[in-house]
């Protein structure tokens, strides 16, 4: 089982920079590829980005690509997402989520955390 809380939401004038981090609690964070979201109202939830388990890959949704940047510390069961260049249509609300495979990649997302608002002005 892992707990997530999200953190790092607000408000923030387009172009700027935003960090989110992702506290998670259990022992098992070390094990787990750690995903981003975000969800606006009325849309679907939108896969933003991961990194893997072992700290190895990262991938992201083109629309962030080059503007994210996900990374963990697996000491401190942190993982992060830096948002550069913020857009207006980055605002949504942001999620991080666990994998659910130990020392893997399933591709399915059984833990959430409560997501946290970032809102980016014009």
């Known amino acids: 089982q892992v707990h997530l809380v999200e953190s790092g939401g607000g408000l923030v004038q387009a172009g700027g920079p935003l960090r989110l981090s992702c506290a998670a609690s259990g022992r098992t964070f070390k094990a787990h590829t750690m995903g981003w979201f975000r969800q606006t109202p009325g849309k679907e939830r939108e896969f933003v980005g991961r990194?893997?388990?072992?700290?190895?890959?990262?991938y992201y949704l083109d629309s962030v690509k080059g503007r994210a940047t996900i990374s963990r510390d697996n000491d401190k069961n942190t993982v992060y997402l830096q948002m550069n260049s913020l857009k207006p249509e980055d605002t949504a609300v942001y999620y991080c989520a666990a994998d659910a495979a130990d020392f893997g990649t399933a591709g399915t997302w059984p833990y959430w955390g409560q997501g946290t608002q970032v809102t980016v002005s014009s």
């Open positions: 990194i893997t388990w072992d700290n190895v890959s990262t």
